[in-house]
């Protein structure tokens, strides 16, 4: 059984993995470095909310067994069951790109782009997940045991970790210094990640043209951003390869970024935050604008094919 990555450059990924107990460990031994220690675990928590989207699309390692203790371990900083990102993002959004039926569209009840529909985002988009997780469930328990036993587990192992750790807060700290040392190593920083991915996703596709060959994606290009969140700003190229693995994503969005608006190639994510939520409200000529076509307005004579879904994780897991 190896335990080598498949991807070079899933070392670093392994890195941050392994750091993520760690930060917890220290916050739990040294409550009085909470404040130094807490934003490193809201950072990794994210962190292993990208790492799970990567690891569905593009498993680390070879062995299927390894995979499986590896996003049982994501799961837990995630904050959600790893699983879950299989109906609703590989077999759903990837398949039709914030058009009707996808579960995550950012057009919900509106296709304005302000801070109230950008926060509020993340409970939309759950709610309307939740009914593909549960077909989901239903299907592998119907007809596939194996898989049905792995979302078992990673429920377990999820809701056992975040409750057990809790619990091991109170017996260290007691139960009202216990509470806010798990809040802030564990707690919170996981519910931040569900949060701030959904938040990604609204902001990687509102006001884009998802009926055009380059146009249905956002992009932010800033090279920290990508170091921090392992290429995650280079939407375009990931979803016209979606079997790429991340550590690729550059040299694909290279390719392409001469035919993708210029618009949706922004280089600071922080940039776009103020320009669009602080700024544009007083000054509306600086906010995003729809671009090509609307999600809502398919365009006469049907739908042109989408972007490739060709889909390693999804193919795997679909096993059903
Ligand atoms: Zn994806």
């Given at each position: 059984m190896s335990l080598r990555p498949r991807f070079s450059a899933d070392y670093r990924t392994i890195a941050w993995v392994l750091t993520m107990p760690l930060v917890v460990a220290a916050a739990y031994a040294r409550p009085d470095l909470l404040p130094w220690l807490s934003p490193v675990s809201f950072y990794l928590a994210l962190a292993a909310g990208v790492i799970a989207h990567n690891h569905n699309h593009c498993p680390t390692f070879a062995n299927k067994r390894v995979n499986g203790v590896f996003a049982n371990t994501l799961s837990v900083f995630y904050g959600y069951p790893t699983f879950a990102w299989i109906p609703t993002h590989n077999l759903n959004h990837h398949k039709l790109?914030?058009?009707?039926?996808?579960?995550?569209?950012?057009?919900?009840?509106?296709?304005r782009n302000d801070a109230l529909v950008a926060t509020t985002y993340f409970f939309v988009s759950s709610y309307w997940q939740s009914d593909p997780i549960k077909a989901y469930l239903r299907k592998a328990r119907a007809s596939n045991p194996r898989l049905f036993r792995q979302i078992v587990t990673q429920y377990v192992v999820w809701a056992g970790s975040q409750f057990g750790m809790l619990g091991v807060a109170w017996a260290l700290h007691g139960a009202r210094r216990g509470t806010v040392v798990w809040l802030f190593s564990m707690g919170l920083p996981a519910f931040f990640s569900l949060w701030t991915i959904m938040l990604f996703n609204y902001f990687q596709h509102v006001h884009c043209d998802p009926w055009s060959a380059h146009d249905h994606s956002r992009n932010f290009t800033s090279k920290l951003t990508n170091f921090l969140l392992f290429n995650n700003g280079l939407h375009t190229a990931h979803h016209e390869s979606a079997g790429a693995h991340w550590s690729t994503l550059p040299a694909l969005h290279a390719k392409l970024e001469r035919d993708i608006?210029?618009?949706?190639?922004?280089?600071?994510f922080w940039g776009y935050v103020v320009r669009q939520y602080l700024l544009a409200p007083l000054f509306p000529s600086l906010g995003t604008r729809q671009i090509g076509r609307a999600p809502f307005d398919p365009p006469p004579g049907g739908a042109p094919p989408l972007a490739d879904v060709d889909d390693h994780g999804a193919i795997e897991a679909l096993a059903l």
């Amino acid at each position: 059984m190896s335990l080598r990555p498949r991807f070079s450059a899933d070392y670093r990924t392994i890195a941050w993995v392994l750091t993520m107990p760690l930060v917890v460990a220290a916050a739990y031994a040294r409550p009085d470095l909470l404040p130094w220690l807490s934003p490193v675990s809201f950072y990794l928590a994210l962190a292993a909310g990208v790492i799970a989207h990567n690891h569905n699309h593009c498993p680390t390692f070879a062995n299927k067994r390894v995979n499986g203790v590896f996003a049982n371990t994501l799961s837990v900083f995630y904050g959600y069951p790893t699983f879950a990102w299989i109906p609703t993002h590989n077999l759903n959004h990837h398949k039709l790109v914030n058009r009707e039926g996808d579960a995550t569209i950012t057009w919900r009840y509106t296709n304005r782009n302000d801070a109230l529909v950008a926060t509020t985002y993340f409970f939309v988009s759950s709610y309307w997940q939740s009914d593909p997780i549960k077909a989901y469930l239903r299907k592998a328990r119907a007809s596939n045991p194996r898989l049905f036993r792995q979302i078992v587990t990673q429920y377990v192992v999820w809701a056992g970790s975040q409750f057990g750790m809790l619990g091991v807060a109170w017996a260290l700290h007691g139960a009202r210094r216990g509470t806010v040392v798990w809040l802030f190593s564990m707690g919170l920083p996981a519910f931040f990640s569900l949060w701030t991915i959904m938040l990604f996703n609204y902001f990687q596709h509102v006001h884009c043209d998802p009926w055009s060959a380059h146009d249905h994606s956002r992009n932010f290009t800033s090279k920290l951003t990508n170091f921090l969140l392992f290429n995650n700003g280079l939407h375009t190229a990931h979803h016209e390869s979606a079997g790429a693995h991340w550590s690729t994503l550059p040299a694909l969005h290279a390719k392409l970024e001469r035919d993708i608006s210029p618009s949706l190639n922004l280089r600071s994510f922080w940039g776009y935050v103020v320009r669009q939520y602080l700024l544009a409200p007083l000054f509306p000529s600086l906010g995003t604008r729809q671009i090509g076509r609307a999600p809502f307005d398919p365009p006469p004579g049907g739908a042109p094919p989408l972007a490739d879904v060709d889909d390693h994780g999804a193919i795997e897991a679909l096993a059903l």
